[in-house]
């Protein structure tokens, strides 16, 4: 499971919820 930070989760957000859209799972921590 991957860890991001919220300052990574922002900047990334959309490849993020790309990969939650593929069933991979992720932490904003």
């Known amino acids: 499971m991957l860890t991001v930070n919220i300052h990574e ?7 993020l919820v790309e990969q ?4 991979e799972s ?4």
């Open 9 to 15: 989760a922002k900047t990334h957000l959309s490849r």
């Open 20 to 23: 939650a859209a593929r069933g």
């Open 26 to 29: 992720f932490v904003i921590a």
